[in-house]
């Protein structure tokens, strides 16, 4: 699938999305994220994928991103958080982060890098793509205690993690 000429963050992640073949990875999308970026999903099965992104504004780097947990309890903000800034600080290589919305609070994890650093080390990339939803299921399991659901591939899903992946 072509990125259609959306402005410069479509041209950006089009770079990345003309790598995927030559990773032997499917995808889908462009997804047009309200004004604010693009992006597109990878799925391995119905409970792990991620979304790559490329906000406006901000062309050069590309985020990766993969939905830990949906719907958390909003009644344990702060417990959250803690448990956040502990994984944070355990392992720092993939951030975890509270995405509190209006429609829903949701434990996303999300590492980002320069445009040019992905597109010469495709291998870089395929690894890091393959690797976050193993990192999401740990996640998953140390923040159990805060409910929530488990993302699942599908359009819903996908429109939101790309949403929280840039906002």
Do not use: K
Not at 82 to 91: F, R
């Amino acid at each position: 699938m072509t990125t259609p000429t959306h402005g410069p963050s479509a041209q950006a992640l089009g770079r990345l999305e003309a790598l995927m073949p030559r990773l032997g990875l499917s995808y889908a999308g462009p997804v047009p994220v309200r004004m604010v970026g693009t992006g597109f999903g990878v799925a391995w099965d119905a409970g792990r994928f991620v979304t790559v992104s490329v906000g406006s504004g901000n062309e050069h780097f590309a985020h990766i991103t993969t939905g830990a947990l949906a719907d958390v309890s909003r009644d344990q903000r702060a417990g959250l958080l803690e448990q956040c800034n502990t994984w944070n600080g355990n392992l720092a290589a993939y951030p975890v982060f509270l995405h509190d919305a209006d429609v829903g609070w949701d434990v996303i994890v999300q590492t980002s890098y320069p445009l040019p650093l992905l597109e010469q080390n495709p291998d870089f990339f395929a690894f890091m793509l393959s690797g976050l939803p193993d990192i999401a299921d740990r996640v998953r399991g140390e923040f159990a205690a805060f409910g929530g659901r488990p993302y699942q591939w599908g359009d819903d899903d996908l429109e939101r993690l790309l949403t929280r992946s840039l906002i």
